[in-house]
């Protein structure tokens, strides 16, 4: 299709291309100092939107809940705020953060650590809903839809994800209507969105207007190709397109899933603008940060001060909810001045780790790659 | 200064480097779509932070206005907000608005043509707080400081921008305290700002903690150095580094101050995620955008759909506020099926306008290039 284009990894050297560049201009990380915020404030949060964020109006939205179900439902905002409230404080991140230090580089929204953030969601638990619709035996999978509308390599669609029936019923996931305390704002999906907690950002479909119990599994466009963890970069001569990088491959991956578990620095001290470079007065240091995973509770963080070489654990503070981050801190005293490389890794109780060497994948999906923050400690 | 860097323009063909992409993640455009709202929702604005978001205490922060005045103030945010209260419709440009489509590119925040927004803007006008604390005969400037805090080309400072004294204390001037009617958000300047209509984004410094009225010219990084128009691309040879491009000049260059016309368009149609390349089916089209200039009210938009060959004029919606965006609309029925390339252009009162051919200036600022968007028109 015209104005379309197949997946592709950067040829090496290849610096961020003008389409990678849009992504960014429109996307955004959450600046690593907002770290210090228990709750995201609204505009810090990580944001990633496939296409545009869509225009709708309350007066005409519905929910629609169908497929193999005895009842289908349609229901009003209205009728969804009147339902059992829930408010949960849930961690949130892409599916892609880190894409742009993996080598080759995938080429997409060209994430570095920071698509992250940290919310407390309001909504209906989505469970009921699904009991009061009735679901009908031999469903397998429930897909949500949203609102959003566009062409993603060559195929034209509204945004959909569908997950695993037990995943849905999860008492957890709810159909939320606030963020915060206040009305969705409108590129975090209002008037209604899912939040699973625990996985990546692609499931947490934003605009939803339809939920659809599927006796078959989905073959949707964001299950089927755009969420998985491909190994294959495509064999030379085949796939490759010379400077321009090599195409997609035909390797269908395993599916993305849950949050592998990360920590992140509040980068010490004061920046450059340009580099970002972190300057600090010798004398002891305070680095704080937070950690999270969607497997299991974080049990435990390391710092390096040393470029990776040792490690000391961080003192962990309390988590704010089963799926939400939890603070961490480590005093440092530089031992003079000079420039120092600080790391920061986190494991959980289910015995996820962040990886030395970052495996690749061939959409960036899914990594953890560890922080790694440059600190010039002046005299 | 180790870390710092001098100021370059990129070396011909260089991609997006690291450096540009770090602060593209963290600060953002508006997404063009978003063009559709009045009031730009809180975390849709463009956002620009030079350092960190400082940590601040409510309880602690005071406002300081010295200098050459009679009578030094120190005053809490209480009693900014018992003072009068006003609140004007301000559209805001960053002056680095279109840099990265500049060639050469100059190396800094690599924005594309979003950083923009509007919001309503509520505080207390600075004019009578100058006049309370009594300027002193032969005062010419007044310096507005930030807590922000970092290095920038080798220095070290706090953000900080001077007015002349006249413009700082024009009637419009204000010390703002809400946007879009809720308590500015942490990225936005809390607990105070200062909101200079028809300005680049430079002169609207966060953050504030002093106000400061001086006797002599202000000498300060971001007004000397940072924000001029230079023309000067260095003689080759001397400020050149090779490959890696050239480095900063000695040209002083003149200081940016209020925003050139521009109009931006809504993009029509739905998008394709990587290449932001449009898609709308045949039939008519209502084309929408927005319109502004510091200099004076926008009093005419034109749209091209061939590529600039010819020009239209758009229907002009009302203004917000004298310094606020202009809606505007254009009923474009295309021909048939293919490629278009859509334009918009707007001027002013005063008789500014945007060029045909973007004149380019050493630190990519206060431009107003054309935007032109891909359309791909489906039978």
């Given at each position: 299709m015209t104005g379309s284009e197949p997946a592709r990894v950067a040829a090496p050297g290849e610096g961020i291309t003008e389409h990678e560049l849009q992504l960014a201009a429109r996307n955004h990380g959450l600046p690593a100092e907002a770290l210090r915020y228990d709750l995201t404030p609204v505009g810090l949060h990580y944001l990633l939107i496939h296409y545009d964020i869509p225009d709708l109006d309350r007066s005409t939205w519905r929910l629609r809940i169908g497929g193999a179900v005895q009842r289908p439902l349609e229901l009003r905002l209205d009728d969804l705020r009147r339902r059992h409230r829930v408010t949960s404080v849930v961690t949130l991140e892409c599916a892609g953060n880190g894409r742009a230090r993996l080598v080759p580089r995938p080429i997409s929204q060209p994430w570095l650590l920071d698509a992250v953030g940290t919310a407390a969601w309001t909504g209906t638990p989505l469970a009921p809903l699904l009991a009061e619709a009735g679901i009908r035996p031999g469903a397998v999978e429930v897909a949500f839809t949203g609102a959003d509308h566009g062409v993603e390599r060559g195929v034209e669609q509204d945004y959909a994800r569908a997950l695993p029936l037990a995943e849905a019923l999860d008492s957890g996931v709810l159909l939320a209507y606030e963020m915060n305390g206040m009305p969705l704002p409108p590129q975090h999906g209002w008037p209604l969105r899912l939040v699973v907690p625990?996985?990546?950002?692609?499931?947490?479909?934003?605009?939803?207007?339809s939920i659809t119990v599927l006796d078959e599994p989905f073959t949707g466009f964001q299950n089927a190709v755009a969420y998985r963890l491909k190994q294959?970069?495509?064999p030379a001569g085949t796939h490759d397109t010379g400077p321009a990088g090599r195409h997609d491959t035909d390797d269908p991956g395993e599916p993305v899933t849950r949050i592998q578990p990360r920590a992140l620095m509040i980068p010490p001290g004061y920046p450059d603008f340009m580099s970002r470079t972190r300057f600090v007065r010798l004398g002891e240091q305070i680095v704080q940060g937070r950690a999270w995973s969607g497997w299991a509770p974080v049990d435990r963080v390391e710092v390096s001060t040393d470029g990776g070489a040792t490690w000391v654990a961080a003192v962990l503070g309390p988590a704010l909810g089963r799926y939400a981050w939890r603070s961490w801190g480590y005093r440092w005293s530089p031992a003079g001045p000079g420039e120092y490389e600080l790391l920061t890794r986190a494991s959980d109780e289910a015995g996820n780790c962040q990886p030395g060497e970052q495996p690749w994948n061939r959409q960036g999906m899914a990594n953890n790659m560890v922080q790694r923050i440059r600190v010039v400690v002046t005299g």
């Amino acid at each position: 299709m015209t104005g379309s284009e197949p997946a592709r990894v950067a040829a090496p050297g290849e610096g961020i291309t003008e389409h990678e560049l849009q992504l960014a201009a429109r996307n955004h990380g959450l600046p690593a100092e907002a770290l210090r915020y228990d709750l995201t404030p609204v505009g810090l949060h990580y944001l990633l939107i496939h296409y545009d964020i869509p225009d709708l109006d309350r007066s005409t939205w519905r929910l629609r809940i169908g497929g193999a179900v005895q009842r289908p439902l349609e229901l009003r905002l209205d009728d969804l705020r009147r339902r059992h409230r829930v408010t949960s404080v849930v961690t949130l991140e892409c599916a892609g953060n880190g894409r742009a230090r993996l080598v080759p580089r995938p080429i997409s929204q060209p994430w570095l650590l920071d698509a992250v953030g940290t919310a407390a969601w309001t909504g209906t638990p989505l469970a009921p809903l699904l009991a009061e619709a009735g679901i009908r035996p031999g469903a397998v999978e429930v897909a949500f839809t949203g609102a959003d509308h566009g062409v993603e390599r060559g195929v034209e669609q509204d945004y959909a994800r569908a997950l695993p029936l037990a995943e849905a019923l999860d008492s957890g996931v709810l159909l939320a209507y606030e963020m915060n305390g206040m009305p969705l704002p409108p590129q975090h999906g209002w008037p209604l969105r899912l939040v699973v907690p625990g996985w990546y950002g692609m499931a947490q479909v934003k605009w939803l207007t339809s939920i659809t119990v599927l006796d078959e599994p989905f073959t949707g466009f964001q299950n089927a190709v755009a969420y998985r963890l491909k190994q294959d970069p495509g064999p030379a001569g085949t796939h490759d397109t010379g400077p321009a990088g090599r195409h997609d491959t035909d390797d269908p991956g395993e599916p993305v899933t849950r949050i592998q578990p990360r920590a992140l620095m509040i980068p010490p001290g004061y920046p450059d603008f340009m580099s970002r470079t972190r300057f600090v007065r010798l004398g002891e240091q305070i680095v704080q940060g937070r950690a999270w995973s969607g497997w299991a509770p974080v049990d435990r963080v390391e710092v390096s001060t040393d470029g990776g070489a040792t490690w000391v654990a961080a003192v962990l503070g309390p988590a704010l909810g089963r799926y939400a981050w939890r603070s961490w801190g480590y005093r440092w005293s530089p031992a003079g001045p000079g420039e120092y490389e600080l790391l920061t890794r986190a494991s959980d109780e289910a015995g996820n780790c962040q990886p030395g060497e970052q495996p690749w994948n061939r959409q960036g999906m899914a990594n953890n790659m560890v922080q790694r923050i440059r600190v010039v400690v002046t005299g």
